[in-house]
């Protein structure tokens, strides 16, 4: 006999750490979309890691260049080099069209990472005053998790209790172009923005805000740095969100999907001397750009564009959307979604999105409910249109059911 998913909890509450609350099911292998717990059942994943699995559980390629690298070399340190890196260097810098890449683990460090190289870019070529770089976020960012990220964070269950924190944020409100201009001093270095704000509940800026937000960087020679952590590698149905603006940024962050789920990569690129700024011995990390990483990323970002994941995404993410969008049920506020990162907001009569992501798992459907109200819809971008009609189906029955 197996153990039961009641001990599986019961364990976990007894030797973990409580800093998630997890819905009640224990799952034991992937596929492309879908996932299987350890009775058996079946469901479509619909947050993909929080999109780290863009191409789908266990892609067959990612996994073979994995086992293979694996089984050759899998971690040298930058104390030397390794025949990985130039590769992965050459192919995400042509597809991205960055110039520069720094590759982190996490994303929470390649936002670190950004905030260093952009204070030192700062004090070395802007010639801001010693101590005194200035870096403005957004109200209701998300970043990660380290302090210093969690210091500019508005979220009080992030920040309370863990201070003190980092001077040198200002925060504005996400979607104001005004904002931004008045904000900015000669002490700034950076703009840190999301171009939509994933964990606040899918909140997509106002159109054109990007697009001012660049000109505004441009004009006060302020670095723009987009997370795309969340939004990057096809999500939305481009590569990059920026691309639905037509804007460059000077600094875009990459995580999550850049393995594909396999292994933690980051990556930090680059357009301009930001990156420069660093030197041997001001910034590291013992696993960034290990060999296996960079095999891992190479793979990833391979059957990202030749399966063509992004304009799948782009097409699925457009019949799911018009799909929610059809679906007449009053506990809906509203449906919002770009691509296949797309949210459904309840009212708050609704009584919580939570009881509907239990709901939508007796369904054969996971999904997470985020800020109580919201749940969240972002499946693999290897969905087919049958499976996005079949989770239409469950979804819209799901919100008809009375459950408050
Ligand atoms: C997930 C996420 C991060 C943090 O990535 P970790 O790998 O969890 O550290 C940063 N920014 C955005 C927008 C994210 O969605």
Not at 15 to 24: H, Q, S
Not at 151 to 169: E, I
Not at 201 to 212: M, Q, S, T
Not at 276 to 284: D, V
């Amino acid at each position: 006999m197996g153990r039961s998913v009641s001990d599986f909890l019961a364990t976990e509450a007894r030797l973990g750490t409580y800093n998630y609350e997890p819905i009640g099911v224990v799952l034991s292998r992937g596929e492309g979309i879908w996932v299987w717990d350890i009775d058996g059942n079946r469901y479509l994943d619909c947050l993909s890691a929080y999109s780290a699995v863009n191409q789908g559980h266990c892609h067959p390629k990612i996994l073979a260049a994995m086992m293979e690298q694996a089984s050759k070399l899998t971690l040298t340190s930058r104390a030397f080099h390794n025949d990985q890196l130039a590769p992965f260097y050459e192919e995400i810098a042509a597809l991205t069209g960055s110039h520069k890449v720094l590759p982190m683990n996490s994303g929470a460090e390649a936002v670190e990472s950004a905030i260093k190289s952009v204070r030192k870019w700062g004090y070395e070529v802007k010639g801001v005053p010693e101590g005194q770089a200035e870096i403005i976020v957004c109200a209701d960012n998300f970043h990660g998790r380290t302090l210093g990220i969690v210091g500019f964070s508005t979220d009080p269950a992030a920040r309370d209790n863990f201070g003190p924190f980092a001077p040198g944020f200002r925060i504005i409100s996400f979607g104001d172009s005004e904002a931004l201009e008045e904000a900015i001093t000669p002490n700034t270095v950076a703009f840190l923005v999301e171009p939509i704000q994933g964990e606040a509940g899918v909140i997509i800026p106002p159109a054109g805000y990007l697009a001012r937000v660049r000109e505004i960087c441009t004009a006060r020679n302020v670095m723009l740095i987009l997370d795309e952590i969340q939004t990057g590698l096809g999500r939305t149905g481009k590569l990059l969100a920026e691309q639905h603006d037509g804007i460059e940024a000077d600094v875009t962050l990459l995580g999550k999907a850049l393995s594909g789920g396999f292994y933690p990569v980051s990556a930090v690129l680059s357009n301009t001397e930001v990156l420069g700024t660093l030197k041997p011995g001001q910034h590291g990390s013992t696993f960034g750009g290990n060999p296996l990483a960079c095999a891992v990323a190479r793979a990833a970002l391979r059957v990202l564009v030749e399966e063509g994941m992004i304009e799948n995404a782009a097409v699925q993410g457009e019949r799911f959307l018009a799909g929610l969008k059809s679906i007449r049920a009053n506990i809906i506020r509203e449906v919002r979604g770009r691509g296949l990162m797309m949210a459904v907001e309840l009212h708050p009569e609704a009584g919580g999105a939570r009881r509907y992501c239990l709901a939508l798992q007796t369904r054969g459907i996971l999904a997470k409910d985020t800020h109580v109200h919201t749940i969240r819809i972002a499946p693999p971008l290897v969905i087919t249109s049958d499976q996005v009609d079949w989770a239409l189906e469950r979804i819209e029955a799901t919100l008809k059911q009375d459950l408050s």
